[in-house]
């Protein structure tokens, strides 16, 4: 019999391994050339169970680990992943339940706009989903950019960082937000990041910018130089080639050779924008809501966040 518990630190040696056999045998069932997934490091897993505890949940059978879901409340913002059944308990129910605990976490917590981000190569991950009640919202692409030197000339773009100066973000962050009506709490994020040492959060020092940036690795066989956008905001009045100084700045000062951002399909002057200026697609993934509590779209301005 399947029990429900709330997530302790000391079941991540267990999760750890649980997440690679149950994605990559989604990933090879999926046609993936390379499907094997390699462990997370712990302290990633650390860092994504402490974000938001209540939200995070596992299955046992007989006392052994058989699925886990991880939760996240971004204030108003709610968003799940990943989740994972071991394969051989699938099928049985659990994977269902650990989606009812973590949503109900979330909305006990607040979070106005819940969802989660899956494959959309996953017609299984999508079927799943919809049966829960989740609404297909829009397909998200994985812009990257690489470094092709380094720089030894003094960066030019004033950032402000959440280290040095926290109550500047506290001043400026939630109007900004609440300018754009995105319902996130990305002071949340801010103090995370610091609390792991995982990464920064930057502003530009003279314009309406915002950026939280992870830098720390996932895995342990990935490059060591990945910096991951996490959220960015800005005023109606930024231009391309402003933000992405701001963005090369932050890889810059984060030694960082390879900068990755999610950006909305539908954005479709910033994906060809992008493109233009030598970034590429790497990965697509499709965003899904819970029903009534999907994302509003900015209308003057920019918010882009990544989920998974």
């Known amino acids: 019999m399947t029990a429900l518990r709330p997530m302790v630190s000391a079941d991540l040696t267990g999760i750890n ?26 302290e990633f ?42 394969p051989e308990c699938q099928h049985r129910g659990q994977g269902q339940a650990l989606m009812a605990a973590a949503l109900h976490s979330l909305h006990t917590a607040g979070c106005v706009c819940i969802g989660l981000e899956t494959s959309p190569r996953s017609h299984r991950n999508i079927a799943f989903y919809s049966r829960l009640g989740l609404v297909a919202g829009p397909l998200m692409c994985d812009m990257a950019w690489t470094r092709q030197e380094r720089r030894s000339a003094k960066n030019e773009v004033p950032l402000s960082r959440f280290s040095q100066t926290p109550g500047h973000f506290s001043a400026r962050v939630p109007n900004l937000l609440t300018r754009l009506a995105v319902p ?25 910018l915002f950026a939280s940036v992870q830098h720390a690795m996932i895995s342990s066989c990935e490059m060591r130089s990945v ?26 000062e984060a030694h960082s050779d390879y900068l990755m951002l999610r950006v909305p399909a539908h954005d479709r002057e910033m994906i060809t924008g992008l ?34």
Not at 19 to 41: D, I, K
Not at 58 to 64: F, L, S, T
Not at 187 to 203: I, N, P
């Open 227 to 252: 910096s991951r956008v996490l959220a960015l905001a800005a005023c109606a009045e930024i231009v391309l080639d402003d933000l992405l100084s701001f963005l090369r700045a932050i890889a810059e």
């Open 45 to 86: 897993l650390r860092f994504y169970g402490e974000d938001t505890p209540s939200a995070c949940w596992v299955a046992e059978e007989d006392q052994r680990l058989v699925g886990a879901v991880f939760g996240h409340a971004w204030g108003g913002t709610g968003w799940i992943g990943p989740l994972a059944v071991s």
């Open 184 to 208: 996130a709490d990305y002071l949340h994020v801010c103090r995370h990041l610091q609390a792991w040492s995982f990464g920064e959060s930057y502003l530009h020092a003279e314009v309406e």
């Open 17 to 42: 391994p649980l997440l690679v056999r149950a994605f990559t045998q989604a990933r090879r069932e999926e046609g993936y050339a390379r499907p094997e997934m390699p462990l997370c490091r712990m």
């Open 275 to 308: 493109v233009a200026r030598g970034w590429r697609i790497v990965q697509t993934h499709i965003r899904m809501y819970a029903d009534n509590a999907a994302e509003p779209r900015v209308q003057q301005g920019i918010h882009l966040n990544k989920w998974d």
